[in-house]
């Protein structure tokens, strides 16, 4: 099975700027999550995503949003860039929702903001 | 919400010795605690995982305890080899019906396992 695949894996955005990162899960994923990782704070969870519907989001402005297709393809958005949200994307897919759902990342989006 | 602690943040060992790894976590309701590591440059990958019905698991050189009264977890590497050398991560995630399947990572351990 192909795994998570994240596109694009590089890119430079000027602050004010706007990005959309792109996630495509395992086949058969329904559930996909987001994740920003930096090196002062670690993983933090932006938001979750399961049959289109977006189930949990985490502490992130309003600034940072996403979707969830029906082919549960997913893709997040962050519009007025700061140079704070340079970071690495990671979007990470699993079977069903719920706890105890082993999740699988993919290889993140990198994202420099200048 | 959910908050983890891990601990050391960084951690340096000789080959063929053993690391442990600790990690915290506040909410009780907390029931499925995995393990990443994430070589530098790629994706972080699922080593081992724990629920919270169970008090140990081991796989191969790699094994996890959780006490669930303390609320810590920990993993342990014995015979380490320089290919162990990577950050790991610990995680605790919870999911009430359908609220989701939301994961807490703690801060990272960088461990270096010296030739």
């Known amino acids: 099975k192909a795994g998570v695949t994240q596109t694009p894996r590089y890119l430079i955005k000027t602050r004010g700027q706007q990005v959309t990162l792109s996630c495509s899960p395992i086949?058969?994923?329904?559930?996909v999550s987001w994740y920003q990782q930096t090196p002062g704070q670690g993983l933090q969870f932006l938001f979750e995503y399961f049959s289109e519907t977006q189930r949990n989001k985490g502490n992130f402005p309003g600034r940072f949003s996403g979707r969830q297709f029906s082919n549960s393809r997913s893709e997040m958005n962050v519009s007025t860039l700061e140079l704070g949200d340079s970071a690495l994307y990671l979007c990470?897919?699993?079977?069903?929702?719920?706890?105890?759902?082993?999740?699988?990342f993919g290889e993140g989006s990198w994202l420099t903001v200048v | 919400g959910e908050n983890v602690e891990q601990h050391p943040s960084t951690l340096s060992v000789q080959e063929g010795d053993s690391a442990v790894i600790k990690c915290t976590y506040s909410d009780s309701a907390s029931n499925y605690f995995p393990w990443y590591k994430q070589e530098l440059g790629k994706r972080p990958q699922l080593i081992i995982d724990i629920r919270s019905n169970v008090g140990e698991k081991k796989d191969q050189r790699i094994a996890v305890t959780l006490n669930k009264t303390a609320k810590h977890f920990s993993l342990h590497i014995t015979e380490t080899q320089p290919e162990d050398s990577a950050v790991y991560f610990c995680?605790?995630?919870?999911?009430?019906?359908?609220?989701?399947?939301?994961?807490?990572f703690g801060t990272g351990t960088s461990l270096t396992v010296i030739p």
């Open positions: 086949s058969g994923h329904r559930s």
């Open positions: 995680a605790a995630s919870r999911g009430i019906g359908n609220t989701g399947n939301q994961f807490y």
């Open positions: 990470a897919s699993s079977l069903e929702q719920g706890s105890g759902n082993t999740i699988y």
